[in-house]
């Protein structure tokens, strides 16, 4: 069985840095790609990053391209969004998501959901 759980989501003010983790069961970074999609309120769901290790790939959304970065620790089964300064717009539900081999941006596509994490960013 799949399982994805993400946590690391909080309160933090403008600029401030956040690393939300996470943890996986059930499936290998060799075979799924992994990406971090987000919710805000009233709008559409969005891909924010996507890393692959089957053609090494690392996808970042132009909304947060320079000040997010995602990656991954085979080891600990574990994927991880560093996300630096921090604005109001990136206030969201943050969950992880898998798909089999590539990254996509077509939300359908993926395969399985974790519960999100909730970032909020004051202003």
């Not at 709008?43 to 320079?66: M, P």
């Not at 080891?75 to 539900?93: C, F, I």
Request: one cysteine or more; glycine letters at 8%.
């Amino acid at each position: 069985e799949v399982q994805l759980q993400a946590f690391g989501g909080g309160l933090v003010q403008t600029g401030g840095s956040l690393r939300l983790s996470c943890a996986t069961s059930g499936l290998t970074f060799d075979d799924y790609a992994m990406s971090w999609i987000r919710q805000a309120p009233g709008k559409e769901r969005e891909v924010v990053a996507c890393i692959s290790r089957s053609d090494n790939t690392r996808y970042h959304a132009d909304s947060v391209k320079g000040r997010f970065t995602i990656s991954d620790d085979n080891a600990k089964n574990t994927v991880y969004l560093q996300m630096n300064s921090l604005k109001p717009e990136d206030t969201a539900v943050y969950s992880c998501v898998a798909n089999a081999v590539f990254c996509t941006l077509q939300i359908p596509e993926f395969d399985y959901w974790g519960q999100g994490t909730l970032v909020t960013v004051s202003s």
